[in-house]
């Protein structure tokens, strides 16, 4: 017998998680640490299903999550087409829902606020949250992570590019790996009709962290 848990009860036991998702560039992350500072909150961060234990995963039940174990080297993963790129972040995912949730409802079992920057589809979402509790930031033009991507100095990106500079033509890898943000697939999700809060972020050059910051903590009414 396969174990399913209702979503109802689910959506009990995250009553105190708070999830925000979105486009690339949009701040996102900031938003996550700036609440989890300003409002005492648990801090989950992108990729916080890391937490689970790699050699417990299976490469047969979650074998998107499990492909950096399994291929070649770096420039495999690079030289995936927009289509297959798109095919397997729509796998991993499908696969860390699951370990995302069980690891949400650990976090809050204690009874304190958690703030969540997920990948979690809003499909899921709905089924699991509720308006108050989910906010998704947009930004305006949604492609320009394409072209800013590794304007942000951090050890991740840093990495990427030393493994871009690596392979056998560094400026197609470059460029394949922009044309991954610029893919369009047939079933794209559309973010702004999706009934939950939106905030589209299109000035990319003051500084906004407050203003956002205010907007969010009164929608999640903090």
Request: proline residues 5%; contains cysteine; negative net charge.
């Amino acid at each position: 017998m396969k174990i399913q848990i209702s979503d109802n009860l689910i959506k009990h036991y995250l009553k105190n998680v708070y999830f925000i998702n979105g486009h690339s560039y949009a701040g996102k992350s900031t938003m996550v640490k700036l609440l989890s500072e300003r409002y005492g909150m648990i801090h989950c961060g992108e990729n916080y299903h890391d937490a689970f234990p790699r050699d417990k995963l299976s490469r047969w039940k979650q074998p998107g999550l499990c492909y950096f174990d399994t291929m070649s080297g770096w420039e495999e993963w690079l030289s995936m087409t927009p289509e297959e790129h798109w095919n397997w972040t729509e796998q991993v995912s499908r696969e860390c829902v699951e370990v995302e949730i069980l690891e949400l409802l650990r976090l809050s079992a204690g009874g304190e606020k958690v703030i969540v920057d997920t990948n979690i589809p809003v499909e899921i979402l709905r089924e699991i949250s509720d308006y108050h509790h989910v906010a998704l930031l947009l930004c305006d033009p949604p492609d320009i992570t394409a072209t800013r991507f590794f304007d942000r100095d951090d050890p991740d990106k840093r990495f990427m590019m030393e493994q871009i500079q690596r392979c056998r033509d560094p400026e197609a890898a470059l460029k394949n790996f922009r044309a991954w943000t610029l893919y369009h697939p047939p079933m794209e999700a559309d973010w702004r009709h999706t009934g939950f809060f939106t905030y589209t972020r299109s000035d990319f050059e003051s500084d906004t962290r407050e203003e956002v910051l205010h907007i969010l903590a009164e929608h999640f009414g903090l």
